[in-house]
């Protein structure tokens, strides 16, 4: 497996969104939750200041254009309030308050604005990454995409093939519910593909609207911590089979890892109001393993130099400070310290999901990242499962 990868390109969400007013609404809203007394240490916690959203908070916690009675059953409540005594006056009042009640908002209108968002912002990071590589539209021979919070069919592959504009006989390969694991899997399938033949040109574009699990009802521990960690971005780079001038990273080896009986730790689900990122506790725990499993397979790939051998920089989506400590902690003995900087650095302004990785590597390209290092990426996902690469800085 030789494949070599051009710089990406990083569309973040122009809408900043502070901390503060997430913790500032969530409060307003939820004063009496059981985790109400300690919000702003947890807000703190995530280390994260400022997140770019592709719409803005208003967009999220604005109420639906539906009433909270619709009109199906204002019959129904009509005759209810009469058969307990109500004059019909007080009904007419009773059901004209119960009408100015703003409806949540429905899975539509809370969806359809980041699909409209993710399909330009794909757009947007696709001609980057093809400006950057030197190339055209006219150039790529398959198109590798990803966008997990934003569901449609078709999907983001056929959006772009349209905008772009891409050749017909394209091969489109979308891959939508990767999430996290998209920016990992997706290399690693391009890898595959060049391998069979060297002279095609890959294009990979992962466009996430993680700001669409923010829902403004939940009132649990778990959705405040979801509320607090995600961010939108859209990223996308050139994948070949030769090496290209542009080019800034060889990828050499990759590896996946899929742990069974966790599919229910962290998941997303369609409700009546939109989309929930459902997490469970037991969740760090079992990314750790897959981190495990991966120092296992380095170790093994370079059993012939153990003393020796060590990646220059880990570009790392766990997808949380807890992993990342436990991936420092568990690093082989020997292994320099600041491995992960560019993984912290990115984590600061939000979870990305699967974008996450991409942005990571824009950043060690951006701080000069020396030639001849080695470089190992790494990401987990929802499954569990995990896939990581190795290969050398160009």
């Excluded at 901390?19 to 939750?33: F, K, L």
């Excluded at 908070?57 to 639906?64: C, Q, V």
């Excluded at 294009?203 to 959705?223: F, H, K, N, R, W």
Aim: with cysteine.
């Amino acid at each position: 497996m030789v494949a070599y990868l051009c710089p990406p390109a990083v569309i973040h969400g122009k809408h900043a969104v502070r901390t503060s007013q997430i913790v500032d609404e969530v409060r307003g809203r939820h004063p009496n939750a059981a985790w109400a007394p300690r919000i702003d240490g947890i807000a703190s916690s995530t280390g994260i200041e400022t997140r770019g959203w592709m719409l803005p908070l208003e967009a999220a916690i604005a109420p639906g254009g539906g009433s909270g009675l619709p009109a199906a059953g204002i019959g129904s409540a009509r005759e209810a309030l009469a058969g307990d005594g109500f004059t019909e006056q007080d009904v007419d009042r009773v059901i004209a308050a119960l009408e100015a009640i703003p409806a949540p908002q429905t899975v539509q209108e809370r969806t359809a604005p980041a699909w409209s968002a993710v399909q330009s912002y794909g757009e947007r990071a696709a001609r980057g990454a093809l400006q950057i590589a030197g190339l055209d539209a006219a150039d790529v021979d398959c198109l590798i995409t990803s966008h997990s919070t934003t569901p449609a069919l078709p999907g983001l592959d056929v959006s772009l093939a349209n905008r772009l504009p891409l050749r017909s006989d394209v091969l489109l390969l979308p891959a939508t519910q990767w999430a996290c694991i998209a920016g990992t899997r997706s290399l690693a399938l391009a890898a595959d593909l060049v391998a069979a033949d060297p002279d095609r040109v890959v294009l990979v574009v992962i466009a996430e609207a993680l700001s669409t699990t923010y829902q403004p009802a939940d009132d649990t521990l778990e959705s405040l911590i979801v509320r607090l960690l995600f961010a939108d971005t859209a990223v996308a780079a050139v994948v070949t089979g030769r090496p290209r001038p542009e080019s800034v990273l060889r990828l050499d080896a990759a590896w996946h890892h899929t742990l069974p009986g966790t599919q229910d730790l962290h998941r997303l689900e369609t409700r009546e109001d939109g989309t929930h990122f459902v997490m469970d506790r037991r969740g760090p725990r079992a990314v750790q393993e897959t981190v495990t499993a991966m120092w296992d397979w380095l170790r093994l790939r370079y059993q012939d130099d153990p003393g020796s051998w060590h990646p220059d920089v880990l570009l790392a989506h766990p997808g949380g400070t807890r992993v990342l400590e436990y991936m420092e902690q568990t690093m082989p003995d020997g292994w320099p310290a600041g491995l992960l900087h560019h993984s912290r650095d990115s984590y600061t302004s939000g979870n990305r999901g699967g974008a996450a990785v991409f942005d990571i590597m824009r950043r060690a390209y951006d701080a000069g990242q020396k030639a001849g290092s080695r470089a190992v990426l790494y990401a987990a996902a929802p499954g569990l499962t995990a896939t990581a690469l190795e290969g050398e800085w160009l």
